[in-house]
């Protein structure tokens, strides 16, 4: 499949990662990817926290539509199974989010959209934040695994030798497109080295 016909919905909650996020948004939209964007309440307080500007006011100097879906809204259509996508991303994902999607409550419609992404067996990809992580965080990660979702903490590569934060942001975002099978031009991949002759 081209990325141009994939349809991915982009979840974005309230942990540290504003810019994981945008970058995601900035390379699926580069990949000719529709976008359904779902921000929660706490996405847009992080957001202005760590960005000074809110999601509404960045989305509105970008190019090209997005359709964004109320995060409150459970008669979107992304709370149905029968709507289709190729798949899911959260990112970041909150502690918060991921016991909710482990416990399938559905209190949102990134909980619930996430519900659907999983019970139709399509690609989930959760980018959770948190450190240290405690047993609970654990356990809710396991059980997603257990359930489909593939668990991909932002945590950062250094062998393409990052220079900026740009650099680290779009190798994070780089992986976990190529976790839904889209390589974006970001990606760097480790090919091997000769073994060096110096002990
Ligand atoms: C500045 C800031 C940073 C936060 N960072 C994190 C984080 O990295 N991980 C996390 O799980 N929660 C974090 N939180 C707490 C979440 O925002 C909070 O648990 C919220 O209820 C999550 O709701 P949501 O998942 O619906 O967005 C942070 C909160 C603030 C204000």
Redesign the pocket.
């Given at each position: 499949m081209s990325n141009k016909q994939r349809k991915i919905i982009l979840g974005v909650?309230?942990?540290?990662?504003t810019l994981i996020s945008r970058q995601i948004l900035l390379d699926l939209q580069a990949a000719g990817v529709e976008i359904s964007l779902i921000i929660?309440?706490?996405?847009e307080?992080?957001s202005h926290?760590?960005t000074g500007i809110t999601w509404k006011e960045w989305l509105k100097n970008q190019p090209g539509s997005i359709c964004q879906e109320e995060w409150k809204n459970m008669a979107s259509k992304l709370a149905s199974g029968s709507s289709e996508s190729d798949g899911m991303i959260v990112a970041?994902c909150?502690?918060?989010?991921l016991g909710g999607i482990a416990a399938g409550i559905s209190r949102?419609l990134?909980e619930r959209a996430a519900d659907v992404t999983l019970k139709e067996k399509r690609p989930l990809i959760l980018v959770p934040?948190?450190a240290p992580l405690n047993r609970i965080h654990l356990t809710n990660m396991l059980n997603l695994s257990d359930a489909g979702a593939t668990i991909l903490p932002p945590i950062p590569s250094f062998y393409h030798k990052p220079e900026s934060i740009d650099d680290l942001l779009c190798q994070i975002s780089a992986r976990i497109l190529k976790s839904l099978g889209i390589i974006s031009d970001h990606l760097y991949s480790w090919r091997g080295e000769e073994p060096s002759e110096e002990p």
């Open positions: 909650t309230g942990a540290s990662g929660s309440e706490w996405a307080q992080v926290h760590e970041p909150s502690m918060g989010t949102n990134i934040r948190e």
